[in-house]
Nanobody, 120 residues
Framework: QVQLAESGGGSVQVGGSLILSCAASGRTWTIDSLAWFRQAPGKEREFVAAISKIVGSTNYADSVKGRVTISKDNAKNTYYFRMTRLKSEDTAVYYC?????????????WGQGTQVTVSS
């Protein structure tokens, strides 16, 4: 099992920036990829970005490309999500999720989520 805990959410002004953290614990050596998702009020949860734990390759949703940077600190088992030029439509609960090693594995470990509210 892998446990994930997000932190760093809160209220941010339009145009501002934020950094979220995702601390992983448990069987962290089984993590292949760590992703960030978000769910806005009344909308389905959507993929935002992902990073490969070993290689460090990243993948971003088109809606956030150029505004989001994700990184990792393997020694601390912590992953970071930095978003700039925030917009009101970025308001959502942000989740980190881990995908274990293995063919056809899915993101099966989820954090509790952290609320991000962007206001003008």
């Amino acid at each position: 099992q892998v446990q994930l805990a997000e932190s760093g959410g809160g209220s941010v002004q339009v145009g501002g920036s934020l950094i979220l953290s995702c601390a992983a614990s448990g069987r962290t050596w089984t993590i292949d990829s760590l992703a960030w998702f978000r769910q806005a009020p009344g909308k389905e949860r959507e993929f935002v970005a992902a990073i490969s734990k070993i290689v460090g390759s990243t993948n971003y949703a088109d809606s956030v490309k150029g505004r989001v940077t994700i990184s990792k600190d393997n020694a601390k088992n912590t992953y970071y999500f930095r978003m700039t030029r925030l917009k009101s439509e970025d308001t959502a609960v942000y989740y980190c999720a881990a995908r274990p090693l293995g063919e056809n594995a899915e993101y099966e470990y989820w954090g509790q989520g952290t609320q991000v509210t962007v206001s003008s």
